[in-house]
């Protein structure tokens, strides 16, 4: 019986600190969140804007310069972009973002995959590690990127892939990232990134595009516009999963505080019965005792 009380009293003790590392977790991504969540909030009206007419340059114009980056061909060479955290206790929000890669490869790509000319660049490193493992095509060049999260070094991950497409070596690009809506709530979705894609006339309104005025040509205006959109989009995407990522642990983390929290109570419980039952038995030892030394 004393060997089972100390025992329990071991597994209070672990449960606690525990629950006093999973609380400290919890506020130091909350208080991270906080901060990502005015960065990507701030930057979405401005993106989305500029998505926007992106979308309707490259479904309204023709020509060289940047329209090359809306030229659709067939595809052969298939670059992920798969935006992941570099570290995990945040529930499955990795294995989520894992998963949809994997899955849209499968189905998407899967032609593509056999021959060998799917390229995995991964943005944060448990997406690296994921997808080496099992055999992918895998760029590390940008694994660190949220080791210090800048828009120079987002954008030196977009400009090599509009490299590699204006190149050849990729004919698709799509990235794969978790879009913020709140701490508890992230949308998993894959986007096509290259070629851009154009804008889909609204129903009742076939064929109408809004008419843009350039100034200066139009195709001197596009070829150095289109770079630099592509730039803003990747950074949004990069932030949406950084604030997804404080979101998820601090969920993970509370959910995690308060399993803690149930378990110490069972525990107690336990103990308190172990020990009632260890003084019944003492008690009763002596009473035997005396009975037996009286007789």
């Not at 294995?95 to 799917?118: M, S, W």
């Not at 995995?120 to 099992?134: H, M, P, Q, S, T």
């Not at 804008?199 to 139009?218: L, S």
């Not at 069972?266 to 038995?281: D, E, G, P, V």
């Amino acid at each position: 019986m004393p060997g089972q009380l100390k025992e329990v009293r071991s597994r209070i003790k672990s449960v606690q600190s525990t629950q006093q590392i999973t609380k400290a977790m919890k506020m130091v991504s909350a208080a991270k969140l906080r901060r990502a969540q005015d960065s990507i909030i701030q930057l979405r009206p401005y993106a989305r804007k500029l998505q926007e007419m992106l979308a309707n340059i490259a479904g309204s114009a023709e020509g060289g310069g940047g329209m090359r980056l809306a030229t659709e061909r067939p595809v052969e060479r298939v670059l992920m972009i798969v935006i992941t955290s570099d570290r995990g206790l945040c529930g499955a929000y990795n294995a989520n973002i894992q998963k949809l890669a994997k899955a849209t490869i499968d189905e998407k790509y899967a032609e593509v995959y056999r021959k060998g000319n799917v390229t995995v660049w991964g943005i944060g490193k448990k997406g690296c590690e994921y997808f080496a493992k099992r055999g992918y095509t895998v760029d590390t060049s940008y694994r660190d990127t949220f080791l210090q999260l800048s828009f120079s070094s987002v954008q030196a991950c977009a400009q090599a892939a509009v490299q590699g497409f204006l190149e050849r070596r990729f004919d698709v690009v799509e990235l794969v990232y978790s879009e913020f809506r709140n701490a508890a709530t992230q949308r998993f979705s894959v986007e096509r990134f290259l070629p851009i894609p154009k804008a889909q006339p609204e129903a009742g309104k076939k064929g109408q595009r809004n008419d843009f005025i350039f100034e200066p040509a139009r195709e001197e205006l596009v070829a150095e516009l289109m770079p630099k959109i592509l730039n803003t989009q990747l950074y949004k995407a990069v932030l949406d999963a950084n604030a997804s990522e404080h979101g998820a642990r601090m969920t993970a983390m509370d959910k995690a505080t308060e399993n803690a929290k149930e378990m110490l109570k069972s525990l107690k419980i336990t103990y308190n019965s172990a020990r009632q039952a260890a003084i019944t038995t003492e008690l009763t030892e002596i009473v035997s005792g005396a009975a037996a030394l009286q007789g």
